[in-house]
């Protein structure tokens, strides 16, 4: 197994080495697709499977999950954005990201890290993290585009400290 699962991973825009051997690439879509625009649409996971049902890793496994959901719950179902980087229902997105959050926690191992992304153009990060039960360590805060750290297990360490 690698040391990394990246459990939506897309078109992995934000990895340098699209096809980077120390990580699992997991998404539950599979697509390929050349739009009239001109852009191209390149979903090919390593595994298909969709984290809300539970994603096929023992517990404790990565040192390292990405966690990059989709972020928008108003987009065209046909348009260039729906399909680059998915919707999420506007109805039950609290539940959709905290489910994220629990996978991605259940199968880190103990103290491993999440990277986690978010584009607050249709949700604020603040009402995000409202949603989970989780207190990331640091990121970016000052942009639309946020980068937040995550380890399993530190709220228990702070806590202890």
């Known amino acids: 197994m690698t040391p990394i699962v990246d459990i939506c991973c897309g078109s992995r825009m934000f990895w340098f080495d699209k096809q980077n051997s120390i990580a699992t690439f997991v998404d539950k879509r599979i697509d390929f697709e050349k739009l009239p625009t001109g852009h191209v649409i390149n979903v090919d996971p390593d595994v298909q499977a969709d984290f ?48 994220g959050f629990d996978e991605a926690m259940r199968v880190l191992k103990p103290y491993g890290t999440l990277i986690f992304k978010w584009n607050d153009s249709q949700i604020p990060l603040p009402d995000l993290l409202k949603q989970i039960p989780y207190q990331p360590l640091f990121g ?16 228990i360490v702070s806590k202890d400290l």
Request: aromatic share 14%; charged share 25%.
């Open 52 to 99: 809300t049902k539970g994603l096929p890793f023992h517990e404790n496994t990565f040192y390292l999950a990405v966690f990059d959901p989709p972020h928008l719950i108003h987009a065209g179902k046909n348009s260039w954005l729906a399909k680059k980087y998915g919707t999420l229902d506007a109805d039950n997105w609290p539940e959709i990201i905290r489910e």
């Open 140 to 155: 970016q805060k000052r942009s639309q585009t946020h980068w937040l750290v995550f380890m399993k297990g530190a709220d």
